[in-house]
């Protein structure tokens, strides 16, 4: 079993998965933040790769990216943050999660290849459909980074069996038709669908966009394997966060792990 699939098998409850860009605000309080997760309650991580055009992303994670980027954030140093996290933790899994512009931009090859030997255990790639992910698919198969699907409440039964061919790792079920951090996830509307998603796959559903409480988180948890907070951190890192110090995340996670 990969780090993922431990991770998963392990809990006996929904995993809590954070969210942070890399180099927000830069790369020593993105370090701080990102060392810090797992004791604060992250079960999972997924590290944002900065890209200057996030379209998926609303104000919260682009004003993050484009934080990143001004302090010179880019492919090189977010592998190099993952390399350095693996010095000190063997075990929680990290997902690199973006568009596959600076993908393309750094060379397929090399960056599975460079990915896989950080510790990367797999990525999400929101603008590349199934039909177009063969050879990423191919080349992180190789080196052991896991394909993870995107789904939309808007994803029917015949769109769904090309969503999970070559899929492993666990589903991201984007709970709102919308971008990042805007409205909240309607539980109602959510489960129906979601039960019929299971009906097709083993793997974990994780639910992401539009969860930003602990209240939220509990309420979600409900119905999915996992629960992923990205806007609501960042909102953390930008506003409470002096001098690198990742108090205030750590603070957060805490209770979004506890609501669990």
């Not at 998965?17 to 309080?29: H, L, P, R």
């Not at 990143?68 to 592998?79: E, I, P, V």
């Not at 177009?132 to 993870?148: F, M």
């Not at 890192?237 to 990742?246: C, F, G, Q, R, S």
């Amino acid at each position: 079993m990969n780090r993922i699939e431990k991770t998963f098998k392990s809990l006996n409850r929904p995993a809590l998965i954070t969210f942070i860009t890399a180099g927000d605000t830069d790369y020593e309080t993105s370090m701080n933040v990102l060392k810090s997760l797992p004791d604060a309650g992250a079960d999972i991580i997924e590290l944002g790769m900065p890209f200057t055009d996030p379209v998926a992303d609303g104000p919260v994670i682009q004003l993050a990216s484009q934080r990143a980027l001004k302090n010179g954030a880019n492919m090189h140093k977010t592998l190099q943050m993952v390399t350095e996290f693996r010095k000190n933790n063997a075990n929680t899994p990290i997902i690199l999660m973006g568009y596959a512009n600076p993908v393309f931009a750094y060379g397929m090859k090399a960056f599975t290849k460079d990915a896989g030997l950080a510790g990367v255990d797999g990525l999400i790639i929101v603008d590349m459909p199934p039909e177009e992910s063969k050879e990423l698919q191919n080349l992180s198969q190789t080196h052991g980074l896991s394909i993870i699907r995107l789904i939309t409440p808007t994803t029917d039964e015949k769109r769904l069996p090309k969503v999970l061919k070559g899929a492993n790792g666990f589903l991201y079920y984007v709970s709102i038709t919308g971008i990042t951090g805007a409205a909240s996830a309607n539980l109602t509307k959510l489960k129906p669908h979601i039960e019929q998603i299971r009906k097709s796959t083993d793997l974990p559903i994780v639910i992401g966009f539009g969860i930003k409480t602990p209240e939220d988180v509990a309420k979600i948890a409900k119905i999915g394997d996992g629960i992923v907070v990205g806007s609501s951190i960042i909102q953390t890192i930008e506003k409470k966060i002096k001098n690198a110090d990742p108090a205030p995340v750590i603070a957060q996670v805490k209770l979004l792990a506890k609501a669990l």
